[in-house]
């Protein structure tokens, strides 16, 4: 993609969920929009709406783009039986 903004990022991976079902896991470096480097456990906008969609995130470490390795998707893809729905709101009974 062009840009790093989670706006778009959203739209991608809504596109590709609605197409192909829901994956167990997604892994992902540390960059934006994937990772916040000044969040909380350094989560971003994006990886919190994963982890609430049900997805694992697998992160590899800091400067080691050689742990994604070289898998051949077509190679080991099944479908996903697992179909996207949005999710509720978040419920804040406090504030």
């Known amino acids: 993609m062009a840009s790093t903004q989670s706006t778009f990022a959203f739209a991608?991976?809504?596109h590709a969920f609605k197409q192909y079902g829901m994956p167990a896991a997604?892994?992902?470096d540390n960059g934006i929009p994937f990772a916040?480097?000044?969040a909380l456990f350094?989560?971003?906008r994006l990886s919190?709406?994963?982890l609430r969609l049900g997805i694992g995130i697998e992160r590899t470490k800091p400067g080691h783009p050689e742990q994604n390795g070289r898998r051949y998707p077509a190679e080991v893809y099944t479908p996903s039986s697992r179909v996207y729905r949005v999710p509720d709101e978040s419920q804040y009974p406090f504030h």
Do not use: H, K, L, T
């Open 12 to 14: 991608v991976f809504e």
């Open 36 to 38: 916040s480097p000044n």
């Open 48 to 50: 919190i709406w994963w």
């Open 42 to 44: 350094g989560q971003s």
């Open 26 to 28: 997604i892994r992902a």
